[in-house]
């Protein structure tokens, strides 16, 4: 069952502790990152100063409502904290992301932020990446054949995305392979080899981003930093 945002409400409240007044904020996207921007709309409210980056339209459009100013990259170098969600997490904060679609803006904000916190449910750690079988991979559509080839070459089996019978575009006008994979034992390596496939626009490993995890677990919160158990 999908976790509402009053149910993520505890770890949403921990991850406001860490935003300074004035601060620029990547707003991530999914469940755990919507129940953030809805505590932090309120927080807004109340007098918090902050500028909001989203990672996608569907951020942006929540953001807007509840009141949050936003910027782009045109009008910020880079972010004091961004906080988002993640699919898979390992236990050296390396992480699995895109379940959602928006795996390539996600990367990009979390690349300019001084602090990336990423929150989690524990059904969400892993003690390896890959464990629940599929990494997002953005791809061209002109290309998707050949990508698709490519992957498979690589032991990636790719299914298009679909979304209402139609595939699913990403916000970047992009098609997303749900790649099929096994336990990466070395995910820098297939990051370094998906990569130089022509066409991928980018995947779903988050590596060395160092984040701060926090993970909900009833109404507690646990903190953990990369590489601490």
Same mark, same amino acid.
């Given at each position: ?10 770890? /949403? ?25 809805? /505590? ?18 569907? =951020?942006?459009?929540?953001?807007? $409502?509840?009141?949050? +100013? ?26 699995? %992301?895109? #379940?959602?679609? /928006?795996?390539?803006?996600? %990367?990009?904000?979390? =690349? ?11 059904? %969400? ?15 061209? +559509? ?9 992957? !498979? ?5 790719? $299914? ?9 575009? =990403?916000?970047?006008?992009? #098609? ?5 994979? =096994? ?8 990051? $370094?080899?998906?990569? /130089? ?5 980018? !995947? ?7 984040? !701060?995890?926090?993970?909900? $677990? ?9 590489? %601490?158990?």
């Amino acid at each position: 069952m999908t976790p509402t945002p009053h149910e993520l409400r505890a770890i /949403a409240e921990r991850a406001l502790e860490m935003i300074p007044d004035g601060a620029a904020v990547g707003l991530g996207t999914g469940h755990a990152a919507t129940a953030f921007i809805h /505590a932090l709309g309120e927080r807004v409210r109340a007098g918090l100063r902050v500028r909001g980056l989203p990672t996608s339209q569907a =951020s942006a459009d929540l953001a807007r $409502q509840l009141g949050i +100013p936003l910027v782009t990259f045109d009008e910020v170098d880079t972010l004091d904290v961004d906080v988002d969600g993640a699919d898979e997490v390992d236990p050296h904060g390396n992480l699995i %992301k895109g #379940y959602g679609g /928006a795996l390539v803006r996600e %990367k990009i904000v979390a =690349s300019a932020a001084r602090r990336l916190i990423i929150l989690v449910g524990p059904e %969400k750690l892993v003690p390896v990446l890959g464990s629940r079988g599929t990494l997002p991979v953005e791809v061209v +559509p002109f290309g998707l054949g050949p990508c698709r080839r490519r992957l !498979t070459a690589l032991g990636c089996v790719g $299914q298009l995305r679909r979304h209402e019978d139609r595939p699913f575009v =990403s916000d970047n006008g992009n #098609y997303i392979l749900d790649c099929r994979i =096994s336990p990466l034992e070395r995910p820098g390596e297939w990051e $370094q080899a998906l990569r /130089a496939i022509p066409g991928v626009v980018g !995947t779903g490993l988050f590596l060395d981003m160092a984040p !701060t995890v926090l993970i909900q $677990q009833g109404d507690s919160v646990e903190v953990r930093q990369p590489g %601490k158990s």
